[in-house]
């Protein structure tokens, strides 16, 4: 066969048109199920209402203290209550501070003066994690982030809690 | 009568072969321990394919009572602990063989590393190998969330976060594997399940097939 009349064999033709529609049926086949596979992480993430905290913000102290309640969750199909802390306090500045709990290291639960050892700061008993008042990580221990910060507003004088997000974010 | 059986069929089929080749053919005496006692290092791969029989088993018995649903799992769970005659023993089974199995794994694993069985020409099997790892990790790290119980639930909780500190990715795979961005709930649940019962036990026969197969071609390692 000449260089330049490169024939396709009845072989190769028969390869390609198989290997070509065998592709574009498997890739139909599989285009919902993967999209439906991935829902989850395409989905806008909703934005809830604040809720009441049940804390008048005259009794916020400078000592942080753990507050308790309860918001209305969806979960897919599945709609409950479930409960939801933070740790509220006035900083220096009077202005209130409102920490998630949860470790920014491997998602404990944190304690303000969790430990006696080490006072005047936020200590995860599972890896030993602290933070100081502020909720910045202290350097060296496993947490790798300040706490999450709720955010939070204040209505005819009650705390009202949101989201926690990344310090910074909030 | 069998032989009978056996006999008409292999008449019109010819199936003598086909078994001869998957089963008929001489162990090497350096691998088998009733020459050389040390030789039982190379049971290990054989007993983790055992326990993997016992999970599947055991396993697909489960699902019998199993629901994965967050109101009814644990009770589905308990349910078949305490009121399902012998649901104790296999539930016991599958628990205690999915610690077993990584331990027999983990044996294995020695074995080939310190004996240099993975060298050429065995390095795809190798390969193949820390598959296989990761898919039994997979499956210890989806099943342990289906009792949904307290040490269930915090377990993938954390299991989740570590997810979430894969570089570039991590957020949304986290999310791909819990089914939302931010509960650990009714989705998560059912996901793990769909995984731990027929994704990563399908990954695992592929893998398995290829591990054999690439046995067979290539033969045991000499010996030392
Ligand atoms: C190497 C293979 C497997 C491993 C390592 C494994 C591991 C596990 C683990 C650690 C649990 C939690 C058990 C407990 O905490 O008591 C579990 C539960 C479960 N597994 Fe598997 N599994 C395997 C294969 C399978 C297969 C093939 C099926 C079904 C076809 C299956 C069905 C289930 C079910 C229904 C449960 C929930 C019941 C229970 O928690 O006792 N597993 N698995
Ligand atoms: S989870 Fe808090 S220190 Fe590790």
């Known amino acids: 066969m000449s260089e330049k009349k490169q024939q396709v064999s009845r072989r190769q033709f028969l390869n390609y048109t198989l290997t070509g529609v065998g592709g574009f049926m498997a890739a ?52 409950s209550q479930v409960s939801k802390s933070a740790w509220v306090f006035k900083d220096e500045n009077d202005e209130i501070q409102a920490f998630s709990p949860v470790c920014k290291h491997l998602g404990c639960v944190v304690s303000w003066e969790g430990s006696e050892d080490f006072p005047n700061e936020f200590y995860c008993p599972c890896h030993d994690g602290r933070y100081y008042k502020d909720g910045t990580n202290v350097p060296g221990t496993p947490p790798l982030a300040p706490l999450d910060v709720f955010e939070r507003e204040v209505r005819d004088g009650m705390l009202f809690l949101g989201e926690a997000k990344p310090k910074g974010e909030a | 009568m069998l032989q009978k059986i056996y006999d008409w069929i292999d008449d019109r089929v010819d199936i003598t072969p086909i078994w001869r080749d998957i089963a008929d053919h001489e162990v090497p005496e350096h691998v088998n321990p009733a020459h050389h006692f040390s ?60 610690s077993v199995v990584i331990v027999m794994l983990l044996l294995h694993t020695l ?15 190798w390969m193949v190998g820390v598959l296989l790892f990761f898919v039994m990790l997979g499956l210890g790290f989806t099943g342990y969330l289906l009792p949904w119980d307290n040490k269930a639930y915090f377990a993938t909780q954390v299991g989740l976060e570590i997810a979430e500190q894969v570089p570039f990715i991590g957020v949304q795979l986290k999310t791909l594997l819990a089914g939302d961005a931010s509960i650990v709930g009714a989705q998560t649940l059912t996901r793990f399940f ?4 027929f994704f990563l036990p399908a990954a695992l026969f592929g893998l398995l097939a290829a591990h054999f197969i690439l046995i067979r071609r290539q033969g045991i390692s000499g010996p030392l």
């Open chain 2, 111 to 125: 074995r080939v590393f310190f004996q240099g069985a993975y060298k050429k020409p065995r390095e795809l099997n």
């Open chain 2, 194 to 197: 769909a995984i731990h019962v």
């Open chain 2, 39 to 98: 030789a039982f290092v190379y049971c290990f791969g054989g007993l983790t394919f055992f326990v993997v029989v016992i999970q599947i088993l055991s396993g697909m018995f489960l699902t019998m009572y199993y629901v994965p649903d967050i109101e009814n799992a644990w009770r589905s769970v308990y349910y078949l602990q305490t009121e399902v005659a012998h649901g104790q023993i296999v539930r016991g089974m599958h628990h205690w063989g999915a």
């Open chain 1, 28 to 79: 139909g086949l599989l285009v919902s199920p993967l999209r439906m596979a991935i829902d989850p992480v395409l989905q806008k993430s909703t934005h809830g209402d604040l809720a009441n905290v049940s804390l008048a913000v005259g009794d916020i102290t400078t000592e942080p203290t753990r507050v308790d309640w309860k918001i209305d969750q969806v979960d897919g199909w599945y709609e």
